[in-house]
């Protein structure tokens, strides 16, 4: 004849099947947790690439009117840099005739982000209502831009080759992402160096 389980014997096995389950929960949650920041983090990874590149491909192109200022906080800087550069691919499909020539000016807005200001008509005149139309967004999740340049024998945070009358010969560019991680902004910083070959061989003429 078999014995039936006691009532004490039920208690026991229910508080170890419920530490057993509550165990495989908290690995599964802390599974899920790492998944989701991983995620998160090649996101803005992501992010970042974006914008560095978009700033490499001009820089690497400037050849003059190079002007960088300094703007923002320490916490949340906003730089702004322009250069004239040759990155430009010509639409073929363009109504008038382009040239590889444009004024590129990295800036952020509040609501865009990262973005770029690109004139193809070096000394066009543009009026406050229609500059939007110049604007393209990079990266709306860069909320800071930090930009320092060097001329081989110093960084300093801001540069004027009209004023200097040189180039840099490098430039560090950092980005704060954003992100929301647990209902809270999380931003994490990002930066690359850029060498300017026009810079390396140009001679320094006068201001």
């Known amino acids: 004849m ?6 004490l014997e039920l ?12 165990a495989c929960w ?10 989701a920041r991983g995620a998160a983090e090649a996101a803005r990874s992501q992010t970042a690439r974006v914008a560095l590149r978009a700033i490499e491909a001009d820089v690497r192109g400037a050849f003059s009117a190079f ?3 300094d703007g923002g906080t320490e916490d949340r800087p906003r730089d702004t840099l322009a250069v004239v550069t040759v990155a ?20 952020i807005d509040e609501n ?9 008509r070096l000394t066009e005149n543009v009026t406050v209502l229609d500059a939007e139309a110049y604007v393209e967004e990079i990266a709306r999740d860069v909320v800071a831009l930090q930009v320092r340049y060097t001329d081989g024998s110093g960084w300093v945070d801001s540069w004027n080759s009209d004023l200097s009358g040189q180039m840099p010969k490098a430039v560090e560019v950092t980005v704060h992402v954003r992100g929301v991680w647990r209902g809270a902004e999380d931003l ?5 160096r850029f060498y300017l070959p ?3 061989n140009a001679p320094k003429r006068q201001p």
């Open 112 to 120: 865009k982000g990262l973005v770029r200001e690109r004139r193809k």
């Open 11 to 22: 208690l026991v096995a229910m508080v170890i099947f419920a530490a057993v389950a509550g």
């Open 198 to 200: 026009v810079a390396a």
């Open 88 to 107: 430009h691919q010509p639409s073929l499909a363009a109504t008038e005739k382009e040239t590889d020539v444009v004024r590129s000016t990295f800036s």
């Open 2 to 7: 078999r014995r039936a389980f006691t009532l």
């Open 67 to 69: 002007t960088g200022t």
């Open 26 to 35: 908290a690995l599964l949650d802390a599974g899920r947790g790492v998944s």
């Open 188 to 192: 994490e910083r990002f930066t690359s």
